[in-house]
């Protein structure tokens, strides 16, 4: 097997990825905080994980995946200031805060599974998980490295920095870190400014809480993951995920947590996404520039201009490494939606040429084309292994595309490649786009009948309308949805279908 190197955060370099238990991979990935919809930025993160997790499924290792829901502890800010968003959700929308968890997780779901994310093995909760917080706080408060005040445990940043480097995975020192935080008021519990809570008291009013050793209160949020990873996949495993917004405090903090409690750095190697933007500004729930899925899957965002399908987004992701940033536009999406189809139309030729390849030489072909299709396929897997490079994979296949499309229409004969190039072709440009990369083609067959169907109603909608017959052209839209599709009336007076 190649070898396969990953970026590691920690050190900062590619390193050859060795797995603790040889064939085993276990991966920790800091899944969504279910009080709100999951945004596009959101889903990015999740897409270069499910592809992560599939491509170590390609190599042969059996995976351990725990991806979490963070339905408790997680606060306005992050240094446990402002109110628990679930709370505070729950107050507003008028439920009890495990309907906001259940609504919200559903729809978590339903999104993972439209952009054919494969589910997690394990998706523990962090209410699920009370007791083994509980645990992991009272051991770091044994080992000395917290103190209580009133009910509140908090982490001694300055006391674990004396003995390891507590800015280790974004290489600040202590005194950086500090310039950055505002002084400690006369009101403030914490003996420093960095400490955070392990354990948080509650008010009486507050709507989730536990009793603990220290009186009825809730976890920090921080503490969730490493309780939760250390459960499921033991005190040290190999990869922690997450995106790279979470490496200068949550995954700061769990470095923290697991060296005061088990003296051990939890994973081996340290992986974070980087983030989705809109013209240069991160995609963010509080920035308001975060579209939802389901506004991308219908075009009913005002920075759309039109819909688009799930599997040209996952794609327009694709074409960017994990690790760079990626900026949304509407221009890239439409070009994505292209080279999807591209890529569609030549696996199909590719299908469509096996009877003719049967025929074909099993001896060695020497060929100018046969030697470059070689090099095109045997680089996919070359690129995945140089950290998961799936940009260049999809640059290689668009380097195939003329090739398979030229072999089908007979302008280069089939017989210039042999037989093994051949299914080798056709192996791995299908096992690439579907098991690894996660495409699927979207319906799109009889889509012609379909749209001459639906122009008819769109004609007879429009003329409706003109007559001020609302009754009519309303049934024909919303008959229309309640089958899954969607027009739309677009800024020149068109209309356009979507299937949602
Ligand atoms: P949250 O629900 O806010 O905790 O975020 C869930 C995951 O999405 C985390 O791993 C975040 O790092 C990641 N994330 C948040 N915003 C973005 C973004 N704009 N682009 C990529 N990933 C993001
Ligand atoms: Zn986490």
Known sequence: ????????????????????????????????????????????????????????????????????????????????EGDDKFSKKARLEQLEPMEIVQKYTLGFHKVMELFNNLPPTIEPTAT????????????????????????????????????????????????????GTRTLSGQDEKKGRLDFALWVKAKPEHLMQWPSPWGMGFPGWHIECSAMSGKYLGTKFDIHGGGMDLAATHHTNEIAQSEACYNVNPANYWIHTNMLTVNGARMSKTAGNGFLPGELFTGSHPLLEKA?????????????????????????????????????????????????????????????????CRAFIEGFDTSMNDD??????????????????SFKGG???????????????QKQFSTYLTDIFGLKEEKVADSGRLDSVLQLLIQIRKEARARKDFATSDKIRNELQREGILLKDEKDGSVSWNII
């Open 308 to 372: 688009y399908a799930p599997m040209t987004v996952r794609f327009f992701m694709l074409q960017t490494h994990y690790r760079s940033t990626l900026d949304f536009s509407n221009e890239a999406l439409q070009a994505a939606e292209k080279g999807l189809k591209r890529l569609w139309e030549a696996y199909q030729n590719l299908e469509q040429l096996q009877q003719q390849a049967q025929e074909l030489s099993d001896t060695a072909s020497d060929t100018e084309t046969d030697r470059r």
């Open 388 to 405: 998961f490079n799936t940009a260049k994979v999809l640059a290689n296949m668009f380097e195939l595309v003329p090739i398979i499309n």
């Open 1 to 80: 097997m190649a070898e396969l190197k990953i970026y590691n955060s920690l050190t900062k370099q590619k390193e050859v990825f060795t797995p603790i238990t040889p064939g085993y991979v276990g991966m920790y990935v800091c899944g969504p905080t279910v009080y709100s919809d999951v945004h596009l930025g959101n889903c990015r993160t999740f897409i270069s994980f499910d592809i992560i997790y599939r491509y170590f499924k390609y190599l042969g290792y059996k995976v351990r995946y725990v991806r979490n829901i963070t339905d408790a502890g997680h606060l306005e800010g992050d240094r446990d």
């Open 128 to 179: 699920g998980h009370i007791s083994e917080q509980i645990e992991m706080v009272k051991h770091i408060l044994q080992n000395g490295y917290a103190y209580e005040v009133d009910g509140t445990v908090y982490f001694d940043v300055e006391k674990y920095d004396k003995e390891k480097p507590y800015g280790i995975l974004t290489n600040r020192k202590l005194e950086e870190l500090l310039e």
């Open 411 to 425: 302008q280069i004969p089939l017989n210039y490649i042999n037989r093994a190039t051949f299914d080798l072709l």
